[in-house]
């Protein structure tokens, strides 16, 4: 990130850390003392949330602070930024990462495990590595490597895990 | 002392069993593949095999964390003497005098040398892990309530300090973040249900492992596969070995950064990176000019002194564990989940409780050192290769070990959806420059924080005087004011010179 697209993070940040400070303090405040269960009132759940959100709250303020001086909510105005972001290919990497990740784990505990699992490798595999430009023939050796690793790591996996270590799979 | 030098007899003998040198082998070999791996780090293998281990004898399973730890930590040298590319954030300072040896021709001497570093500061840290230990733990026992809140608080901000040098605010709030992280779910003294919203997995807290697994395995995945490319550079490896002058005359810096690692390592949060950085500048600092000059060009002075600090940092990191039950690292963290998972309560307690444990932990280091000097000064070429995999065949793989290893403790998705979520959240805020090992800090110390500090309350009635009149409380409050108000005045003076300049142009 450069200087002034942090200061501008930064701005936005810690907004949004004050937000949430405050409400941690509000919801603090809100919680019982346990004083009518005939408990001490110093004993009261509330305490030591009501303090980090106290210090959230003034950490996030020293540096919404700090960002104005330094200018950070000017630079909000330029709205190309989020539109370049978007369209540079590490940002369209990172994304297609997360999307599938987040696919396969939702289908797990649905269907039998090793099903999505060996789906989710090939799928992550072919998605980087497979031109979908190109013509299929010269690469059909990428897609027979990728179902060769799917195969063979889930069947891995599910052995090992399950047989040696005893762990539950979903 | 002659007790402890016969516990620690005995304890080395009863690791002397096939069985355990077989674990030994493997674990300390994986942690350094996982280390090697570029976006591998220590904290997730420990944290995947803690998960891994649990049905094993606490003894067997702790012994393969700790190879784990040590072989990740002196692993992460390869990639950064090889790729130019710190295989954990631990070796970031080998990459300046690493790669340059190895691009000279040197690969094999750099390997040798960063081996041999890693091994005499892991020793070191050894020693000052068997001395200090007995030592604080007799001073932690006359610890109440309001000093463990001190600490708590301390490690909060010398862990943001250290950790976020540029900028020590991001690394406070990602401390107080952590803390509150450690606030969800029931608290301990009076079953009260703290923000879950009605949810019920929610009610049983936040787990520390799917988290770790999130913010250290997850967000790593997301970051290395942003590029498409890893630059394997083609190096030939000759001599490994190191002649004993060639590392003999550096007595003094491997000294230097072995105390001065071990001593990082103890300190709360604050791990083997910053270990690594410190050590090197101590040594590029007091070296002599002709070798001043070396240093980022391919100085052995600068490569051991950066592999015996992060090295040393590993033992030093587990005296607070073992004393206080706070991690003096992010990998150390999830060694102290590990202990609690399989009964073992480290804190004050434990010299009285179990000393044997103390001694057996000692000996699970030296254990661990030993293997990973044996296997990282053979076996090097065969290994070079696992680092030529390519990254999108190799991170679904990665990815399906978190969700496993989020998954395998308790059962539950909902941990997987927590690793998923803490992967997120610790990407974005790594992305913004928040340090995570703060974050990771928080989440431990929240619990220790909240308990004592209502206890405290409880005991003083309110009164908050012996917060500031107890003597180890008065010291740790100077101390903490102390780090404040010094980054207070540094960002003074940096704004001062900087209207300064911006004056003078």
């Not at chain 2, 520390?208 to 697994?213: D, R």
Request: proline share 5%; glycine share 10%; hydrophobic share 55%.
């Amino acid at each position: 990130m450069t200087e002034k697209s942090m200061t501008k993070a930064d701005f936005v940040t810690s907004i949004v850390l004050l937000a949430f400070g405050i409400t941690v303090v509000f919801m603090s405040v809100q919680m019982p003392t346990m004083a009518d269960a005939n408990q001490s009132k110093f004993s009261a759940p509330g305490i030591v949330p009501g303090f980090i959100g106290v210090m959230l709250s003034l950490l996030s303020l020293t540096m919404l602070i700090r960002s104005i001086k330094r200018k950070g909510m000017r630079e909000i105005v330029a709205k190309n930024a989020t539109k370049d972001l978007l369209a540079q290919e590490t940002t369209s990497r990172i994304l297609k990462t997360l999307v599938i990740c987040v696919v396969y784990v939702l289908l797990l505990g649905k269907i039998w495990f090793p099903l999505p699992t060996a789906l989710f490798i090939f799928a992550f595999i072919i998605m980087f590595e497979y031109d979908f430009k190109s013509a299929l023939k010269p690469q059909i050796k990428k897609i027979i490597v990728a179902f060769i690793i799917a195969a063979v790591a889930t069947a891995l996996i599910t052995f090992v895990f399950q047989s040696l270590f005893l762990v539950n799979l979903p | 002392m002659f007790q402890g030098l016969q516990l620690f007899g005995q304890a080395i003998l009863s690791f002397i069993t096939l069985q355990t040198l077989f674990n030994a082998v493997w674990a300390t070999e994986l942690g350094i593949i996982i280390g090697m791996l570029p976006g591998l780090t220590a904290t997730m293998g420990v944290a995947l095999l803690t998960t891994l281990t649990y049905t094993m004898a606490p003894n067997d399973a702790i012994l393969i964390l700790i190879c784990m730890y040590i072989g990740a930590i002196y692993g992460g040298s390869r990639s950064a003497i090889l790729l130019n590319i710190p295989g954990t954030p631990a070796n970031a300072a080998t990459t300046l005098d690493g790669f340059p040896l190895a691009k000279a021709g040197q690969a094999g001497k750099a390997i040798g040398v960063a081996t041999t570093g890693s091994f005499i500061g892991s020793v070191i840290g050894m020693l000052f892990l068997a001395v200090f230990t007995p030592m604080i733990g007799s001073i932690a026992l006359s610890f109440q309530s309001f000093e463990f809140v001190w600490f708590a608080i301390f490690g909060i901000i010398i862990c943001g300090n250290l950790t976020a040098p540029k900028d020590p605010l991001k690394g406070w709030i990602a401390g107080f973040i952590g803390l509150f992280v450690a606030m969800i779910g029931m608290e301990g003294i009076h079953a009260y249900i703290r923000f879950s919203f009605g949810s019920s997995d929610l009610s049983g807290g936040i787990s520390l492992i799917p988290a770790m697994v999130g913010t250290f395995g997850f967000a790593e995945i997301l970051s290395v596969m942003r590029y498409s490319k890893v630059e394997v550079v083609k190096s030939e490896i000759g001599r490994i070995m190191p002649k004993p002058r060639e590392v003999g005359k550096y007595w003094k810096t491997i000294l230097r950064s072995g105390v001065i690692g071990t001593f990082i390592g103890a300190i709360p949060g604050v791990g083997e990176d910053i270990a690594a950085w410190v050590s090197y500048d101590l040594a590029k600092r007091s070296a002599k000019p002709e070798e001043r000059a070396k240093f980022g060009h391919g100085s052995v002075e600068g490569l051991l002194a950066s592999e015996t600090g992060n090295n040393a940092c590993v033992p030093g990191a587990i005296i607070p564990v073992l004393t206080l039950a706070i991690p003096g690292s992010a990998p150390a963290a999830v060694l102290l989940g590990a202990m609690l998972i399989h009964g073992v309560r480290p804190g004050p307690l434990i010299m009285v409780e179990s000393p044997m444990f103390v001694y057996q932990v000692i000996a699970m280091v030296l254990i661990a050192t030993v293997a990973m000097f044996v296997l990282g000064l053979t076996m090097v070429r065969p290994l070079v290769k696992v680092l030529q995999v390519p990254r999108q065949k190799l991170m679904p793989i990665v990815f399906l070990l978190c969700v496993v290893g989020s998954f395998a403790l308790q059962s539950r998705l909902f941990d997987v959806y927590v690793m998923i979520v803490f992967g997120v959240i610790g990407f974005i805020l790594r992305e913004m420059e928040y340090p995570m090992a703060p974050l990771v800090l928080g989440i431990i110390l929240g619990d220790i924080l909240d308990k004592n500090l209502r206890r405290a309350l409880i005991l003083s009635n309110g009164d908050i005087s012996p917060f500031f009149t107890r003597p180890i409380c008065l010291g740790l409050f100077i101390l903490t004011m102390l780090i404040v108000l010094s980054r207070a005045k540094w960002m003074k003076t940096l704004m001062g010179k900087l209207k300064r300049r911006k004056a003078a142009a």
